[in-house]
């Protein structure tokens, strides 16, 4: 069975970077699909934040391009999200997401990541 | 960016009646004969869980009381009949177009 699970720190500096783990198993992230991450801010909105694919393409969204990088260890099947320049904006819980054309199928359970001093 | 609009924001009904959600977008999620539109059902504490993928298409394991309709921009999420266990948060997401989006959400509780 596919599964995802994040990992990373609770609480960030403003102005540190934020770092997230997503580790897969049940699934190769070589094999198929694109691999995401997706943030919930407090008031449930959900925004998509970018993908590393299959074959290593990554896909941003450009709201957050120049702050965002996606990648990924094969020889551990994980990926990762770094943030830069954080402030309390990106406070928010942040889901790892397997999918692409057929919608986000599986979900990691979500991590919350608060910015504060 | 499309722009997804849902309706209502929240909506109450009585057990065993049907539930109906729509989704508006700013623009075709159509592409090669597809609509590239998604829905989603959260429940708190939860990530959300995928229900029906290019619009009409059910997802393995959901219960055939979810069915989802529509094209182009206009698109609805339909729960006939409605239980309990259905009281949540529902989401449209768009992949036709980058970045993907997702509606501002509808909660759904009984009535």
């Known amino acids: 069975d596919v599964q995802l699970q994040e990992s990373g720190p609770g609480l960030v500096k403003p102005s540190q970077s934020l770092s997230l783990t997503c580790t897969v198993t049940?699934?190769?992230?070589?094999?198929?699909?694109?691999w995401n991450w997706i943030r919930q801010f407090p008031g449930n909105k959900l925004e998509w934040m970018g993908y590393i694919s299959y074959s290593g393409s990554t896909s941003y969204n450009p709201s957050l391009k120049s702050r965002i990088s996606i990648t990924r260890d094969t020889s551990k099947n994980q990926f990762f999200l770094q943030l830069n320049s954080v402030t309390t904006e990106d406070t928010a819980t942040y889901y790892c997401?397997?999918?692409?054309?057929?919608?986000?199928?599986?979900w990691g359970q979500g991590t919350l990541v608060t910015v504060s001093a | 960016d499309i722009v997804l609009t849902q309706s209502p924001a929240s909506l109450a009904v009585s057990l065993g009646q049907r539930a109906t959600i729509s989704c508006r977008a700013s623009e075709s999620v159509d592409s090669y004969g597809n609509s590239f539109m998604h829905w989603y059902q959260q429940k708190p504490g939860q990530p959300p869980k995928l229900l029906i993928y290019?619009?009409?298409n059910l997802e393995s394991g959901i219960p055939a009381r979810f069915s989802g309709s529509g094209s182009r921009t206009d698109f609805t999420l339909t729960i006939n009949p409605v239980e309990a266990d259905d009281v949540a948060t529902y989401y449209c997401?768009?992949?036709?177009?980058?970045?993907?989006?997702f509606g501002g959400g509808t909660k759904l509780e009984i009535k």
């Open positions: 997401q768009q992949s036709n177009e980058d970045p993907y989006t």
């Open positions: 997401a397997r999918g692409y054309d057929d919608g986000f199928a599986y």
């Open positions: 290019r619009a009409s």
């Open positions: 049940g699934y190769s992230i070589t094999s198929d699909y694109a």
